[in-house]
């Protein structure tokens, strides 16, 4: 079938089922799945990052994939990578005659890269983080809001985040880079898995055992005893956050366990404010029932990829 885009995106909050969707989908249109997940861009964070790898396996055949497990734990991956790494695998895709399918749930990446975003490689500034270095996260806020507004809390959630966001702002200021903008829009239909909250928060809470279950803390231990700092685990958020801290013996299972919970359903909570963001800044998202079964849900996504449907009609 031919396509009418060159791009399919298909996103969702954490837990709502993306990855079966898109490789489904992949299976059957000859695609390439492009991840657009923060974390599992990193070797060796599988469980806690829910790579579920062999998802990409249809009907014993693999699925080819794109930005996992491409840089080191421990490495501090950003929004340029992401964009420049995006523009690198959407073009191979493309020149083997596939069709790109770009799914997960990190809506900042989702957005940069649909906007068309050429960001600005920023360098360490040694002396500046030096000049930083034993403030805490109040007095780099402070910091960082002589630069700009601060409009979420992502920037400065740690020390090093908080660092690193000055850095890079520090540098746009020196170098008269106001902030960045879009280029053109990539031509793109984008797909949404419209999941209800107390079946995402059961799905959520379900998983999360599961997880456990399959070695999650186990993970963390190894990744530990590879001679990654517990700081530089702790950045990644989640699951990493919680489980070095119950490593550490600054939580108890339990805590971290109940913890963690609530800190999904609140994550998951957000990707969906994104989402509903991106709506409101031009972003028509085609929203397709959970509980629809997945050879429906790709049907549905053909059909309204086919110039002579209706997409009005095959998606109410």
Not at 260 to 271: S, Y
């Given at each position: 079938m031919s396509q009418p885009t060159k791009l399919i995106?298909?996103?969702?909050?954490?837990?709502?089922?993306?990855?079966?969707?898109a490789t489904l989908?992949?299976?059957?249109?000859?695609?390439?799945?492009?991840?657009?997940?923060?974390?599992?861009?990193?070797?060796?964070?599988?469980?806690?990052?829910?790579?579920?790898?062999?998802?990409?396996i249809i009907d014993g055949k693999p699925i080819a994939y794109h930005l996992i497990d491409i840089v080191d734990a421990g490495y501090k991956y950003n929004l340029y990578e992401y964009c420049r790494d995006f523009d690198k695998a959407f073009s191979s895709i493309v020149t083997m005659g596939a069709t790109p399918i770009l799914c997960g749930g990190t809506g900042l990446y989702i957005e940069a890269v649909l906007n068309g975003y050429k960001m600005v490689e920023v360098p360490v500034d040694t002396p500046l983080r030096d000049s930083l270095q034993g403030k805490s996260i109040d007095e780099l806020r402070q910091i960082?809001?002589?630069?700009?507004?601060?409009?979420?809390?992502t920037d400065t959630a740690t020390v090093k985040r908080a660092i690193r966001a000055i850095e890079i702002a520090h540098y746009y200021s020196r170098n008269g880079i106001?902030?960045?903008?879009?280029?053109?829009?990539?031509?793109?239909?984008?797909?949404?898995?419209?999941?209800?909250?107390?079946t995402r928060r059961q799905r959520i809470t379900a998983r999360l055992k599961a997880r456990l279950d399959d070695g999650m803390v186990d993970e963390v231990k190894r990744l530990l005893?590879?001679?990654?700092?517990?700081?530089d685990l702790i950045y990644y958020g989640l699951e990493y956050k919680y489980i070095t801290n119950y490593v550490l013996?600054?939580?108890?299972?339990?805590?971290?366990?109940?913890?963690?919970?609530?800190?999904?359903?609140?994550?998951?909570?957000?990707?969906?404010?994104?989402?509903?963001?991106?709506?409101?800044?031009?972003?028509t998202i085609?929203?397709?029932?959970?509980?629809?079964?997945?050879?429906?849900?790709?049907?549905?996504?053909?059909?309204?990829?086919?110039p002579q449907s209706q997409v009005s009609n095959l998606l109410l």
């Open positions: 995106t298909i996103l969702g909050p954490t837990a709502c089922g993306k990855t079966a969707l989908l992949a299976s059957r249109i000859g695609g390439q799945i492009i991840s657009a997940d923060s974390r599992q861009l990193y070797r060796g964070m599988d469980i806690g990052t829910g790579k579920d790898l062999s998802e990409y960082l809001m002589q630069y700009k507004t601060l409009h979420n809390t106001s902030h960045i903008e879009p280029q053109s829009r990539i031509d793109t239909h984008i797909f949404g898995i419209d999941i209800d909250r107390d005893q590879s001679g990654i700092a517990p700081d013996g600054k939580i108890t299972y339990n805590e971290m366990f109940e913890s963690l919970q609530i800190a999904i359903h609140q994550f998951a909570k957000r990707q969906m404010t994104w989402f509903r963001g991106m709506e409101r800044r031009g972003f085609n929203w397709l029932p959970f509980d629809m079964d997945n050879n429906e849900k790709v049907e549905r996504i053909r059909k309204a990829l086919n």
